[in-house]
């Protein structure tokens, strides 16, 4: 298998990282079964209060000795929500909560868990590895990881963004292409994103920045890891891929839409939290476009729409579900994390001696 500098340092078998995932996707089991298989499994706890994250945390440890990650967002101020504004927003919504039957919501801050309470947690169990995405942390504070051993990493969409993260001192950085499933990556929720394909943004972040570079955005297989590493990518991280695992914890609509072979195109969207972000398209996400003024700044909007897609969650409808996934949803495999992880470490190595074996296919013509 091939060996990086990344995969050295952070004891892997091959160069392959579970996406984070926040929401409730990657679950213990599934970062466990991860890094048991040799990659490096992460749990997303951006959601999730101190007691809940020290507790997913501690289950992981129990399920692997293996390195993980935990990842959070990036800390970002409250967003200030007008009376007006909340009931546009609650008008728009209004039809689908009485389908559901659900009573108009009472928003109030705060719309997401404290950061520092989270990164307390994180300080204090000690994972291997702590990524994060939307923006920077303050430097100090990755100053505290290192201290205790743990690893960093940020996310980006540009190059700008991932030259202020090597500034700020992680010791690497995921370069998030277009194709990628759920959350832009970007520093800023404003919709002014390039939208660069990973094809283009892994060999220009490798090219400028002195840290590894991770690849993440459309990979399904062996033959994707491969490409990143010839992009000059250390590692590529993998989410859509591991959605359809056995011990992913997406609900079983969601399951079935990825499934589905009728699944169309993904599309982005910002109905479901207030952030660009993409996914399978369904109602809500269709009905929703082009009523930009109805939706609330992330993450109040995730807060506001949390109790409909519990509910259609338990009502086996995916209409109202955000459906995230990346460009290759349509070579998902289900099957078990282990056997996925073993599968991809094969088909990296194939892929890798196939190359070897071939490497005079192509001939330039001479002058």
């Known amino acids: 298998m091939h060996a ?31 890094s048991n298989a040799g990659a490096l499994g992460s749990l997303g706890g951006a959601y ?9 945390i501690r289950k992981t440890a129990q399920l692997t000795s293996r390195p993980f990650a935990v990842n959070l967002f990036a800390p970002a101020s409250e967003p200030a929500l007008s009376e ?8 728009a919504t209004r039809p689908y909560r009485r389908e559901l039957d659900l009573p108009d919501p009472a928003l109030r801050p705060p719309f997401c868990p404290k950061f520092e309470e989270q990164f307390a947690v994180v300080l204090n169990e000690r994972p291997a590895v702590f990524s994060f995405t939307f923006g920077l942390i303050n430097r100090q504070l990755l100053g505290e990881c290192r201290k205790r051993g743990i690893a960093t990493i940020g996310s980006a969409t540009t190059l700008e963004e991932a030259l202020a993260l090597e500034e700020s001192g992680v010791d690497a950085v995921v370069a998030q292409g277009a194709e990628a499933g759920a959350h832009r990556a970007t520093f800023s929720p404003v919709p002014d994103d390039p939208m660069i394909g990973l094809a283009a943004l ?7 920045l002195r840290v590894p570079v991770i690849a993440a955005g ?18 590529a991280q993998l989410g859509t891929a591991f ?3 056995d011990e992913s914890g997406i609900s079983a609509p969601y399951r079935a839409a990825l499934l589905d072979p009728k699944c169309g195109a993904t599309r982005l969207t910002r109905a479901f939290s207030g952030r660009w972000a993409r996914g399978l398209p369904n109602r809500f996400m269709l009905e929703m476009a082009g009523k930009e003024e109805t939706i609330l ?13 519990k509910k259609a ?11 995230w996934a990346g460009q290759g949803v349509g070579l998902l495999r289900p099957m078990r994390a282990r056997a996925l992880v073993e599968t991809l470490f094969r088909e990296t190595s194939e892929s890798i001696d196939a190359a070897a074996r071939h490497r005079d296919w192509v001939r330039l013509p001479s002058a």
Do not use: H, W
């Open 84 to 91: 007006p504004q909340i009931q546009v927003a609650v008008a």
């Open 243 to 245: 959605l359809s695992c």
């Open 4 to 34: 990086t500098e990344l995969t050295a340092r952070l004891g892997l078998e091959g160069p392959l990282i579970q996406a984070p995932m926040a929401g409730g996707a990657a679950t213990p089991e599934l970062a466990a079964a991860a």
């Open 48 to 56: 999730l209060n101190p007691a809940e994250l020290e507790k997913v």
């Open 202 to 208: 892994v060999p220009m972040l490798a090219a400028k």
């Open 297 to 309: 700044p992330f993450p109040a909007q995730n807060a506001f729409t949390q109790d409909i897609r």
């Open 313 to 323: 969650a338990e009502a086996g409808s995916p209409d109202y579900l955000s459906l």
């Open 218 to 235: 459309g990979i399904m297989n062996g033959n994707g890891i491969v490409a990143a590493l010839a992009f000059g990518a250390e590692a």
